[in-house]
């Protein structure tokens, strides 16, 4: 069983980065892909990325191409979301989840194991 824990939320202003951090316990994440998932206040929760357990193969939700980098590092049993040019609208609590495959890399329901969540704050 895998447990994840996220960290790096927090306020920032348009325009601004924050890197999220989601560190595993109890398994690594050889094998695993792990995905990150957002979810607003009055609004489902979706896919924000993806990343196969090569580190290589990703998966982008169209709203954060060219803005956002996934990344993982198996040694450390860590995994991690690079947000830049952030808008208001990303403002949400974001969540990293893993799984043993890739299919359905975009489907929360695919997933077995969640974060508690970490706040993301983008003012105007």
């Known amino acids: 069983q895998v447990q994840l824990v996220e960290s790096g939320g927090g306020l920032v202003q348009a325009g601004g980065s924050l890197r999220l951090s989601c560190t595993a316990s109890?398994?690594?994440?050889?094998?695993?892909?792990m995905g990150w998932f957002r979810q607003a206040p009055g609004k489902e929760r979706e896919s924000v990325a993806g990343?196969?357990?090569?580190?290589?193969?990703?998966y982008y939700a169209d709203s954060v191409k060219c803005r956002f980098t996934i990344s993982r590092d198996n040694a450390k049993h860590t995994g991690y979301l690079q947000m830049n040019s952030l808008k208001p609208e990303d403002t949400a609590l974001y969540y990293c989840?893993?799984?043993?495959?890739?299919?359905?890399?975009?489907?929360?329901?695919?997933?077995?194991?969640w974060g508690q969540g970490t706040q993301v704050t983008v003012s105007s």
């Open positions: 990343l196969n357990w090569d580190g290589r193969t990703t």
């Open positions: 109890g398994r690594t994440f050889s094998s695993y892909t």
């Open positions: 989840a893993a799984k043993t495959r890739w299919v359905g890399v975009a489907s929360d329901s695919t997933y077995d194991y």
